[in-house]
Nanobody, 129 residues
Framework: QVQIVESGGGLVQPGGSLRLSCAVS????????IGWFRQAPGKEREGVAC????????YYADSVRGRFTISRDRDTNTVYLQMSGLKDEDSGVYYC??????????????????????WGQGTQVTVSS
């Protein structure tokens, strides 16, 4: 079973930066892609970014494209979400999750929470002055 642990959240001023980490246990073949999601109070969980396990394709929500970067360290099996130019609306609990959705379907389903089987506990990100 895949074990996922997120870390790196905190309080940051608008325009600041944070890097979130997602430590994934077991072999990468246990899953096909890792996604980052976030959920603000009173709002639905939304996909932020995703990276495939094989071809390293990346996907981003329009709201974060150009500001966030998802990457993978294959030696430590850790996925990172580098966030810069943070805005108030970026605040929320950020979750890392693993999916076994087929790579050919990632373009359509990478941001769908129902497609992810294993989730981390979440890490709080608060953007405020």
């Amino acid at each position: 079973q895949v074990q996922i642990v997120e870390s790196g959240g905190g309080l940051v001023q608008p325009g600041g930066s944070l890097r979130l980490s997602c430590a994934v246990s077991e072999h990468p073949l246990d899953y096909y892609a890792i996604g980052w999601f976030r959920q603000a109070p009173g709002k639905e969980r939304e996909g932020v970014a995703c990276i495939s396990n094989s071809d390293h394709s990346t996907y981003y929500a329009d709201s974060v494209r150009g500001r966030f970067t998802i990457s993978r360290d294959r030696d430590t099996n850790t996925v990172y979400l580098q966030m810069s130019g943070l805005k108030d609306e970026d605040s929320g609990v950020y979750y890392c999750a693993a999916t076994r959705v087929l790579l050919l379907r990632l373009d359509e389903f990478w941001a769908s929470p129902d497609e992810y089987d294993n989730w981390g506990q979440g890490t709080q990100v608060t953007v405020s002055s």
